[in-house]
């Protein structure tokens, strides 16, 4: 057990509709990323923030955005869904602003979000 | 960004050892080397990450070549649990994300 929290675990909805991914991180880390895992595109890092404040953004889709609450819990929200969207979605928490340096990463189990 | 090359798969049997090997010839001097793995249906999981020198953990050794463009995660005795996906992932120059590659999908055989 990484220690951090997804929710929920699947998810099944129409295209054009609207979700709501919840991650909460391992207690006392500041940082939460959100990487998007499909078929043919691997992992893919999408967005990070750090203590509230977005901090980095990857390939995100303008469709899609997320937001770190006080509590350092955060939310992916995905809207006007498509087909290709269907993937995995996993969040990461780490203690420090940077986690690629000399810190390690805790990944959750993830969302799977099958669009149909 | 610095960019790691890892064999598409490799097999192995239970109770061996099992050397997972990574290139990096573009590393950059504060670059950390990075392994995470992913077992089925799973998150990804930290193995262990060094700098220079090589490093020991409950889980695996990685071996550092002196000009550290290249390094090799060793498994002492792999197990049927062990069979994953695994990452060899650099320091991206932003600091900010692991930038994940391909990685090297291990099957372990009993």
């Known amino acids: 057990d990484s220690g951090v929290t997804q929710t929920p675990k699947h998810l099944i909805t129409a295209t054009g509709q609207r979700v709501t991914l919840r991650c909460s991180p391992r207690?006392?880390?500041?940082?939460v990323y959100w990487y998007q895992q499909s078929l043919d595109q691997g992992l893919q890092f999408l967005i990070q923030y750090y203590n509230g404040e977005e901090r980095a953004k990857g390939n995100i889709l303008e469709r899609f955005s997320a937001q770190q609450f006080p509590d350092l819990h955060s939310e992916l929200n995905l809207s006007s869904l498509e087909l290709g969207d269907s993937a995995l979605y996993f969040c990461a928490s780490s203690v420090a602003p940077r986690q690629a340096m000399n810190t390690e990463a805790f990944f959750g189990q993830g969302t799977r979000l099958t669009v149909v | 960004d610095a960019k790691t090359t890892q064999p598409n798969s490799m097999e192995s049997n239970e109770e061996e050892p099992v050397h997972l090997p990574c290139n990096h010839s573009t590393i950059s001097g504060t670059d950390y080397i990075h392994w995470y793995r992913q077992l089925p249906s799973q998150g990804p999981e930290y193995v262990i990450h060094g700098l220079t020198s090589n490093v020991n953990n409950r889980m695996a050794s990685l071996a550092i070549a002196e000009d550290r463009k290249s390094s090799t995660l060793i498994l002492h005795r792999a197990t049927l649990r062990d069979a994953a996906v695994y990452y060899c992932i650099l320091n991206n120059n932003a600091g900010n994300m692991l930038t994940f590659g391909g990685g090297t999908r291990l099957m372990v055989k009993p």
């Open positions: 207690s006392g880390d500041l940082s």
